[in-house]
């Protein structure tokens, strides 16, 4: 799956006045298809499990979508790549049930 989306997602932006060093795209990546494909509220995720808190996952989840990520050379094999390069992470909700 990191093959498929580390291309699509945008480059760290720059810390001018340096700070805490960012946690790995790939570690929040990871809480976000939990969450999304267990269905567990994002304040639930173990931290010690995934490396990161939800709120952490969430941040980089808006991140990314604000950024609009990068678009791919060719299209996604499984067609989960939005146009303009962007992936389907956001579940649709329906009432009370999750559709993927």
Same mark, same amino acid.
Request: proline share 9%; charged share 25%.
């Given at each position: 799956m990191w093959v498929v989306a580390e291309p699509l997602?945008?480059?760290e932006p720059p810390k001018?006045? $340096? $700070?805490?060093p960012r946690v790995s795209d790939r570690v929040p990546l990871r809480g976000i298809v939990f969450v999304l494909r267990s269905g567990l509220p994002r304040g639930m995720l173990p931290g010690?499990?995934? &490396?990161?808190? &939800?709120?952490?996952?969430?941040? /980089?989840l808006r991140d990314w979508q604000q950024a609009g990520g990068r678009r791919p050379a060719a299209p996604h094999p499984a067609g989960t790549a939005r146009p $303009? &390069? /962007?992936? &389907?992470?956001?579940? /649709?909700?329906? $009432? /009370?049930?999750v559709h993927r």
């Open positions: 997602l945008p480059n001018p006045k $340096g $700070g805490r010690e499990v995934f &490396g990161s808190s &939800g709120m952490t996952c969430w941040r /980089r $303009g &390069g /962007r992936v &389907g992470l956001v579940p /649709r909700f329906a $009432g /009370r049930s």
